[in-house]
């Protein structure tokens, strides 16, 4: 199955966040999976220095500085933009449930990548307004017919929890063809100019609340002076912080890292794991459905609540690194772009 059913069809992916994000990563993925195929890529960046992020496709340049505003508007000042997506032909792809849903004449089909929106409120005020747009969002992209999630547990709560009726496909993240396992790790980190006398324990995420990164401080304190945290995203701790990666750097900084540490109170899916697992580095993940479901055997499993217990399976990641690095790297074989592009083509000829 290589190629669409309907030679004309045409598929729209819309966007709004760049790749170096988990959901903008999964956008360029679908492209790359699919890039034989006819697909195009709209991008309506929320941020206004959209410029010093990587997006694939065409940008649409924002307007504001302002991101919410950006973002509530986006019909009013792209009128050009709206009125070819209300005519495009084909399907239409929104990759991300933040971005609002416009009018199309296209058959609809919509990602979920987590329910945070609902399920953690009372967050203050850095989080309020942009909650309350997402909500919004949320609930209109639950009344589309299609839906795509990454795992089952996300398609059991989309059912029980959300009482959703329509058609709803399950389609796992893949990582991009950049994330490989380099056996060049004392190299790497002459580069990149960390420590080479350093345990470097790494963390890959936002800032959300239910990404739990409060606990790791704790954590490094239990390890001791040997190890050190490595932060992409924001700084934590006394950690080595890069805020942005490109494909390329973070690649690298996978390959430098002894070990990945995903403490989430709670995931829609959670990229860092597979692309950690295609770098062949060991994973401590927290012991949630979510992780089992991507990760089987491959992870050591910990309790998030408990620092100690965290502490403890990163030192047994590193104890038995070579085992862990070879289950990593076989977990791996099912997250390629290969295996995204046999699931988008059966989802999207089932539509047509």
């Not at 639950?142 to 709560?157: A, G, W």
């Not at 304190?221 to 006394?238: A, F, S």
């Not at 996978?254 to 692309?275: Q, T």
């Not at 502490?311 to 104890?319: D, E, H, L, Q, T």
């Given at each position: 199955m290589n190629k669409m059913k309907t030679s004309d069809m045409s598929i729209l992916l819309l966007n709004n966040l760049p790749i170096e994000s988990g959901v903008g990563r999964y956008t360029y993925n679908l492209y790359a999976s699919l890039k034989d195929e006819n697909i195009q890529i709209l991008n309506f960046p929320n941020y206004f220095d959209y410029k010093n992020r990587t997006?694939?496709?065409?940008?649409?340049?924002?307007?504001?500085?302002?991101?919410?505003?950006?973002?509530?508007?986006?019909?009013i000042i792209n009128e050009s933009e709206m009125k070819f997506i209300y005519n495009f032909h084909g399907i239409v792809h929104y990759t991300n449930h933040n971005m609002p849903i416009y009018k199309t004449k296209a058959l609809r089909i919509a990602t979920i990548h987590d329910f945070f929106p609902f399920e953690y409120k009372n967050l203050g005020v850095k989080w309020s307004i942009y909650l309350a747009y997402m909500q919004r969002n949320l609930k209109h992209i639950?009344?589309?017919?299609?839906?795509?999630?990454?795992?089952?547990?996300?398609?059991?709560?989309l059912i029980n929890n959300y009482k959703y009726n329509g058609k709803i496909f399950v389609v796992p993240y893949s990582t991009s063809p950049n994330f490989i396992y380099l056996n060049s790790k004392t190299q790497i980190r002459k580069k990149l100019n960390f420590p080479e006398n350093k345990i470097l324990v790494l963390s890959v995420s936002n800032d959300a609340p239910h990404k739990n990164l409060n606990i790791l401080p704790n954590v490094m304190?239990?390890?001791?002076?040997?190890?050190?945290?490595?932060?992409?995203?924001?700084?934590?701790?006394?950690s080595i912080t890069i805020p942005y990666a490109n494909n390329t750097l973070i690649n690298e900084i996978?390959?430098?890292?002894?070990?990945?540490?995903?403490?989430?109170?709670?995931?829609?899916?959670?990229?860092?794991?597979?692309?950690a697992f295609a770098t062949g580095l060991p994973v401590v993940a927290s012991d949630i459905p979510v992780f089992h479901e991507i990760g089987g055997d491959a992870p050591i499993y910990v309790n998030n609540k408990d620092p100690e217990s965290i502490?403890?399976?990163?030192?047994?990641?590193?104890?038995?690194?070579?085992?862990?690095?070879?289950?990593?790297?076989?977990?791996?074989?099912?997250?390629?772009?290969?295996?995204?592009?046999?699931?988008?083509?059966?989802?999207?000829?089932?539509?047509?």
């Open positions: 997006f694939e496709g065409k940008i649409i340049i924002p307007k504001f500085k302002n991101k919410i505003v950006n973002l509530m508007f986006n019909r639950l009344k589309l017919e299609n839906i795509i999630v990454t795992t089952n547990i996300m398609k059991y709560k304190k239990l390890l001791g002076d040997d190890y050190l945290l490595v932060r992409v995203g924001k700084k934590i701790y006394n996978y390959n430098a890292c002894d070990v990945l540490v995903f403490p989430s109170l709670d995931e829609g899916f959670g990229f860092p794991m597979i692309e502490a403890n399976g990163i030192r047994s990641a590193i104890a038995n690194k070579e085992e862990f690095t070879k289950k990593s790297l076989e977990r791996s074989k099912l997250y390629t772009l290969e295996e995204l592009k046999k699931k988008m083509i059966s989802v999207y000829e089932s539509l047509i």
